[in-house]
Structure formats: structure tokens, C-alpha cells
């Protein structure tokens, strides 16, 4: 199982309508078929780190992975979303597969990802934290 994760907080502005659109789209990512399990909502972690909001998906292997990347579900919903975040931290994702190459391979598909996709990857970038 992969568990990957996002804490996020929205640019100044947004209204609260504008949210609730943001949070059920990616409510609506993480019920794609390839996701095992997920949640979605309000950040539990020190709000000092300025992520007001939290998502977290469980994947069950590479190849379910891969298929939520390209799901014209989670392709769909991204570029409706990213113009409404501030800053998006990504993880600490974590696993049970013990393959020290793991986060080499999850890393290259989203490499992968970000160059058949150009556009998303320049709006996305900017906004990114490794956490």
C-alpha cells in the first residue's frame, strides 16, 4: 500500500463557495477506482506550518498508481484546483512495500507525468513543499 499524502492551504481570497468546490473535486479524485481508501478535509497538524487542509489517498501498488495519475478524473480536477491553492506540501507519503527504490519509482512517474503534462507541471511547481 502507498499512502500518499497533501497538506494544503488556499491563496487569500477564496471564498468559502470556491473551497467547498475545490474540496469536493478532489473528493471526487479520491474515489477513483485505482484509491483503496481516503480522506479529505481540515488539517490536524500545527496550523503554525500554514496548511489549513489535508488529503490523503491509499494506493495499493505501482500499477494502481499509475492509473490514478492519468485518470481523466484526477487529470479533470486538477487544473480547476491548483489555481485556488497557496501552497501544497507533499507528504511524508509512507508505505509497507520495503523496496528501497520505491520513492526513486514513485518519483520517475511523476517525472514522467510532469513532462507529458507541461502546463500542469509549471502551475503546479511553484507551489510545492516537500515535506
Known sequence: MIVHMLRFAFKDGTTEEQK????????????????????????????????????????KDLAALER????????????????HLARIAIGPDLSDDMDPALADEIMAMHEKKAARYPQWAAQLEPLLTLA
Do not use: K, N, W
Open 20 to 59: 467547498a468546490r475545490v474540496l469536493t473535486l478532489m473528493r471526487r479524485t479520491a474515489s477513483v477506482e485505482s484509491v483503496s481508501f481516503a480522506t479529505v478535509g481540515q488539517s490536524l497538524a500545527d496550523p503554525a506550518d500554514g496548511f489549513t487542509h489535508a488529503y490523503c489517498v491509499g494506493i
Open 68 to 83: 490514478y495519475m492519468y485518470d481523466p478524473v484526477h487529470l479533470a480536477g486538477d487544473p480547476e484546483i491548483i489555481p
